[in-house]
Every structure is written in C-alpha cells, then in structure tokens.
C-alpha cells in the first residue's frame, strides 16, 4: 500500500497550482488539488483576464473619437456597463471550465473546498477530512489589501475584485495608489465616463518603471483628464448621504460614489496552518522559499504571488515547470526570473523589458540610451497630442541591449517578440542590422540610429 493517499497535493487552483498539478498528474503520479474558490484563479477571475476584457471595452472610446478624423460619421455611442459585466462573466465561466476539465482530464483529483495543512504530509480540508500526500505545493495567491492603513472608514472603501462587479458605475471614482492596478482601472473606468482621480503618495506614479516611461503616463493621464494628486494619503474615508467623503493629508475633503483601494495585495496564507508543518513565512504572511521553491520543509513548495517573487500569471506557471523537474523529474531548476517582459494595460500603455535606465546606473552599466518620441501614426489625422516614446538601454562595454521601454499603442505585443532577441543577447548592432517592417510603430526600434546620450555609472 501507498505510504501516501497522494504523490502531490496543491492548494490553490490558479495559474500555477493548476499548471503544476496538471504536467504532475500527466508524468503517472497521484495528484490532488483544493480550490475553495473558483478554479482559475486571480488571473481568470478577478485579475489578468477579465481586465483585459474591460480594457478592450474601454478603448472602443478612442476608435471613436478618431473615426471622424478617417472620414466616419458615427451616431451617439452609448455604453452599457451590465452588458459588459454579463459577457465576462459568461467568459470567466467558460474559461473556469476548462480549468477544471483540463486538470481532471489529466488525472486530478479535485476538492472543491478550502485546505490547510496539518502536519508536513497531512491537509485537512474544509469538510473535516484530511488526506496525506508525499509532496505539498502551495499555490495560494494573494489578495488585494483592504485597510486604509490604520486610517478610518475602509469598510466604505472597494477593491479590484469588488470593481469588475459593481452593480452600476460610479459618477465620480477616487483611486488610491500609483501602480499597475490602480492606473489600470483610473484608465478603465476614465474611458466609460467615470470622474475619476487618483491619488499617490510619491510625486509620479509607478515607481520603479523607467523615468521616461512615468513622465509619459503621468502627463497622457493628465491630458486626457484623469485627475493626478500627487504627495497624499488618505487619512479618512467618510460617508456622507449617499456618497463618500475622502479626506487627504493636503487638507482636502473630496466627494466620490466609489473609492478604490489599489495599494497592493497580501499573500494568502492566513488560515493555511503553515505554523502546524514548520513553514516560514514573513511578517506579511509571504512565504520564504529557496532558489527551487522550496520552503523551510523539504518536502513542501510554494510557488506564485504567495511567495511575492514576481507576482505576473507566466512566471508563476514558470515557476510551476520548474517544481515539477524539481521534484518529479530528477532535474533541479530554478526558475529564471531574468528579463520578464511585463506591460501596463493603460491607454495608452506601457511594454517593458529589462532594466530601466535608473536601475541600469545603479547595477553600474555604463550606458547609452537611445530614445524616439513620435505621434503615432494613427492619431495624426485627428491631432491629437498623443506622444509615442520609445527606449533603448545599451551597455556600452559590450553593446547587450539592457532595456527595453515602450508607451504607446501595442506596446505590449512589441514588447513580448523584444524580449526574445533580449533573452537571446542581443547587441544594439544586431537591431540595426535587422530590416524595418515598414509603416509600423515597431520599425522606430532598429532605425533609432542616434544615440540620445551617454551616462556612466
Ligand atoms: P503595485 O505594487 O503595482 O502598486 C502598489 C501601489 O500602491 C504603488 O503605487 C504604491 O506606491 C502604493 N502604495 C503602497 N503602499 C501604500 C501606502 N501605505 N500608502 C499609499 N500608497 C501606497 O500593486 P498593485 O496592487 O497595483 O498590483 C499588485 C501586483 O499585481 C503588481 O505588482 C503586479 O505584479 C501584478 N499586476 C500585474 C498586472 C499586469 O501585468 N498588467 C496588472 C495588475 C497587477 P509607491 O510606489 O509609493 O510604493
């Protein structure tokens, strides 16, 4: 008989849990999964995917204000948010389905309910049964932060998971935080009528993205009539009637219908019992692992935004591979977490790969930066004041492009075929070596010939 009820066992159905439990069971090994929530996780159903939805909804506004200048005529767009919210969910459905028949039809047992650990080899579920297995992988993701940080009146205040439901749309919406979700859903939000501002605590939003790229967003935000109150905090959430009160350290009292509050997310790990099996976890509950996710008990991993290396989908079904090799095929192997391409759904957006120009001087590249600000093609007709800019971060020692940045139109899809030449080493020559695909926005990345200047560290 077995020593264990199960070879794997993985708590938590999102990108990676699944993606792990699904190639375990494929290799022959007895595996079992605990989602107490929906399978998919935040990426199918409160993050990556239906944002995108709503992104490519809240972009339909733009094609309409260019229409006229191509010669259309439109009549009045209107714009029903319950239909939008309908079509996702119906999405969401349809994908949480394939999940779930994708991982059975692999061999995966699924429990339907939530699951912590009892000991090293034991889960208790939710139900009151407990099953053992020989290997553990927590997969359990994070959630958005609800508190205002000590100040009163968060429970008047939402989150992204609440927004891509909300029974109507707000008429005024304050967003709180400068990063990816909170610029994300200003952006949404913005194009669908909503008042909307955002407030942050530093003086540009996205810290941490290359300079130019926060000047560019920073100023399109503005331009195109999202609010940017900089250098705030909230210090209070107030209702007043029947609207909300927020009130910042710069003394104002602003009135919304919606707040939002996207100031990051916590690693779910409470009620989890990690203490039970001797899993270490830091004070705000992420859970330590080594260079193969491993966590301070040999036999149990974690991989994904519970462990807050990068919290992105494709490195978390990464890091997902790699325990596999790890712990089912004799191989060990870390997950790369080198030049991870990564976009921000603004409109317009911004693609990244590698390091900005800032974390290039400070790793002490001496550099060469070649930058191109253009109107898009596209928008020259109407005249509008949108601003393409481009960025390239070369080593001057050994002419490896270091960086890549992009605002503007598709600068995600640009991005994503950039970080193959950059995984594969390439050199600044070997982009100008390479031909343009003429009239596109991309063709500006191999004929930026110029340097714009030089900077040593
Ligand atoms: P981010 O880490 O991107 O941004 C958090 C923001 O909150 C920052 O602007 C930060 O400001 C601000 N903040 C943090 N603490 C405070 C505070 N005490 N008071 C005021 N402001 C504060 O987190 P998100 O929640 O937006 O997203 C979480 C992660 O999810 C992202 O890091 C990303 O990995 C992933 N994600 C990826 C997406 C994509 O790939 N398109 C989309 C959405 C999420 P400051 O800069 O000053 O610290």
Redesign the pocket.
């Given at each position: 008989m077995a020593k264990f009820d199960f070879d794997l066992f993985v708590i938590g159905g999102g990108s990676g849990g699944v993606r792990a439990a699904r190639v375990t069971a494929g290799l022959g090994q007895k595996v079992g999964l605990a989602e107490g929530s929906r399978m998919g996780g935040t990426c199918v159903i409160r993050?990556?995917v239906p944002?995108k939805l709503y992104v490519y909804a809240s972009r339909f506004v733009e094609d309409f204000e260019l229409a006229p200048s191509f010669g259309w005529t439109l009549g009045e767009p209107r714009f029903d948010w319950r239909t939008l919210v309908a079509h996702k969910n119906a999405e969401i459905t349809r994908l949480e389905g394939l999940y779930r028949r994708g991982a059975e039809s692999a061999g995966v047992q699924v429990f339907s309910e939530y699951a912590g650990l009892e000991d090293a080899h034991t889960i208790r579920l939710a139900s009151g049964a407990t099953v053992t297995a020989d290997k553990i992988l927590i997969a359990t993701g994070g959630r958005?932060q609800r508190d205002l940080?000590g100040a009163p009146g968060a429970e008047y205040c939402d989150v992204s998971d609440d927004a891509f439901d909300w029974e109507e749309l707000p008429k005024r919406l304050i967003v709180?935080?400068?990063?990816?979700?909170?610029l994300?859903f200003a952006h949404i939000f913005h194009a669908f009528g909503v008042d909307t501002t955002v407030i942050?605590?530093?003086p540009k939003?996205l810290?941490g993205f290359d300079e130019d790229m926060r000047d560019a967003l920073h100023s399109s935000m503005e331009r195109r009539g999202i609010k940017v109150l900089t250098e705030r905090?909230l210090t209070a959430v107030d209702k007043e009637g029947d609207h909300l009160i927020a009130c910042t350290t710069a003394g104002e009292r602003l009135a919304a219908d919606k707040i939002l509050l996207?100031?990051?997310?916590t690693p779910n790990t409470g009620g989890l019992g990690l203490e039970k099996a001797g899993v270490v976890t830091a004070k705000n509950g992420r859970i330590d692992v080594d260079g193969y996710s491993r966590t301070a008990v040999e036999n149990i991993y974690a991989i994904g935004d519970v462990t807050e290396r990068?919290?992105?989908t494709p490195v978390a079904i990464h890091e997902a591979m790699c325990f596999v090799k790890t712990a089912f095929q004799d191989t060990p192997t870390r997950p790369d977490h080198a030049l991870v391409p990564?976009?921000?759904?603004t409109t317009p957006e911004i693609g990244t790969v590698g390091m900005s120009e800032e974390r290039a001087l400070e790793h002490g590249h001496a550099i060469d930066v070649y930058k191109s600000t253009f109107r898009p093609m596209r928008t020259v007709l109407a005249g509008t004041g949108d601003r393409m800019v481009m960025k390239l971060v070369v080593e001057q020692k050994t002419d490896t492009v270091l960086g890549c940045h992009i605002f503007g139109p598709d600068a995600a899809e640009i991005v994503q075929i950039v970080a193959v030449a950059m995984k594969m080493g390439a050199t600044k020559a070997q982009f100008d070596a390479t031909l343009a695909l003429h009239p596109s926005i991309a063709e500006e990345l191999v004929t930026m010939r110029t340097k714009s200047y030089s900077k040593d560290a």
């Open positions: 993050g990556c944002k958005p940080m709180t935080g400068g990063g990816y979700i909170a994300e942050v605590r530093k939003v810290r905090l996207a100031w990051g997310r990068l919290s992105l990564t976009a921000v759904f």
